[in-house]
């Protein structure tokens, strides 16, 4: 039998415990949530009832991106950077697994931090720690490599044209990232001139998704923090301004302080999302929502995934979608093509049809 002392201190050590247990789960419970009260805004849903996926592919923890599709074959960039796999993404089709020429250096050095994009038959595998960038044609297999001035990037998309890219690149000067357009030959490279605001963090609070559409060569940035977004073409000139349905008009990231003055960028407390991943096709933005609308049912907008779409040509909210996918479901990554609206997932890459 434990002495009376050491008994004293056990239930007081235990009773310490309880209540620091007690007051964090007060503190979460209490503490103000964007999805616990009301955001000014309502949603209009284009169906009644959650879409369905008509095919689910299993990631195997081997899937990382999807690369793009050409002539409705679709690519994904698996762990391997020289390792793809496509498939006409139809109920039953095969998967195809293929490799691409790639340096061993290049393999080597970046490990996972890259992802891939195929356009018009070649395969551009973005290094963004390096930071350098890799083309490989199915057929050419001499390709083209780049390295470019210190400081990673975030996104990349190659033009239509296939020889230039589009970058959101961290400028050491500047402390931010900016969009820079290059081509691996090296004889160009164009730095935005005014299109970002500047906060000298890292480009942290101002991060987001950068999509290109294919079919009319715009780029359009929205960002995760705040309700903006805007569409910019190749030239980096700006086309138009717009927000989503929602009402956070400020970034909702804040920087720690104590780290950035080590030149560390990290945000301080929970991230405040306001919008999820996105994607361009046709002039319809497709934007995963992070915020509950007034008129959601609320246990609906928990257990499913909800996807706004916007026409880019007015800046109009068109409507929204519900996914017959688990809202706890990470989503890492919306693709559009025709009447495809692929979700890369943790666990599964998903196929759904949609009509927009």
């Given at each position: 039998m434990l002495p009376t002392t050491m008994?004293?201190?056990?239930?007081?050590?235990?009773?310490?415990?309880?209540?620091?247990?007690?007051?964090?789960?007060?503190?979460?419970?209490?503490a103000p949530s964007p999805n616990k009260q009301a955001n000014?805004?309502?949603?209009?849903?284009?169906?009644?009832?959650?879409?369905?996926?008509?095919?689910?592919?299993?990631?195997?923890?081997?899937?990382?991106?999807?690369?793009?599709?050409?002539?409705?074959?679709?690519?994904?960039?698996?762990?391997?950077?020289?390792?793809?796999?496509?498939?006409?993404?139809?109920?039953?089709?095969?998967?195809?697994?293929?490799?691409?020429?790639?340096?061993?250096?290049?393999?080597?050095?970046?490990?996972?931090?890259f992802f891939t994009e195929v356009n018009n038959n070649d395969f551009f595998v973005y290094?963004?720690?390096?930071?350098?960038?890799?083309?490989?044609?199915?057929?050419?297999?001499?390709?083209?490599?780049?390295?470019?001035?210190?400081?990673?990037?975030?996104?990349?998309?190659?033009?239509?044209?296939?020889k230039h890219i589009m970058l959101r690149k961290l400028?050491?000067?500047e402390k931010d990232q900016l969009f820079m357009r290059v081509s691996l030959d090296g004889d160009s490279a164009l730095t935005e001139n005014g299109l970002s605001a500047l906060h000298r963090d890292g480009g942290m609070s101002t991060?987001?998704?950068?999509?290109?559409?294919?079919?009319?060569?715009?780029f359009t940035?929205?960002?995760?923090?705040?309700?903006?977004?805007?569409?910019?073409?190749?030239?980096?000139?700006?086309?138009?301004?717009?927000?989503?349905?929602?009402?956070?008009?400020?970034?909702?990231?804040?920087?720690?302080?104590?780290m950035a003055n080590k030149n560390v960028y990290m945000n301080q407390g929970p991230d405040q999302m306001v919008n999820g991943f996105s994607c361009v096709h046709n002039s319809t933005l497709f934007v995963q929502a992070k915020l509950k609308a007034d008129n959601d049912d609320e246990q609906l907008f928990h257990e499913r995934c909800v996807i706004d779409q916007y026409d880019l040509r007015t800046n109009k909210y068109k409507g929204s979608i519900y996914l017959a996918i688990p809202a706890r479901t990470k989503i890492n990554q919306l693709f559009v093509h025709g009447d495809k609206l692929v979700i890369h997932c943790t666990d599964n890459v998903y196929g759904i049809k949609i009509r927009y």
């Open positions: 008994r004293k201190r056990i239930y007081y050590l235990s009773s310490l415990l309880l209540a620091a247990f007690l007051i964090i789960a007060t503190l979460v419970y209490t000014g805004f309502r949603r209009q849903y284009l169906q009644t009832t959650p879409l369905t996926p008509y095919i689910t592919i299993p990631t195997h923890d081997e899937i990382l991106d999807i690369a793009g599709v050409d002539d409705s074959t679709f690519y994904f960039s698996t762990t391997d950077p020289a390792t793809l796999l496509s498939t006409s993404l139809k109920p039953g089709a095969h998967i195809d697994t293929f490799q691409i020429s790639l340096r061993q250096s290049l393999k080597d050095s970046m490990g996972t931090y290094g963004y720690n390096i930071p350098a960038i890799s083309r490989t044609g199915a057929k050419d297999t001499s390709g083209a490599y780049a390295t470019f001035t210190a400081g990673g990037f975030s996104q990349a998309h190659v033009l239509r044209d296939g400028d050491l000067k991060d987001g998704s950068l999509n290109y559409d294919r079919t009319t060569g715009l940035y929205v960002h995760y923090y705040s309700n903006r977004y805007f569409t910019f073409d190749s030239a980096m000139h700006l086309i138009s301004e717009g927000a989503t349905i929602d009402t956070f008009t400020v970034s909702r990231f804040s920087i720690s302080t104590t």
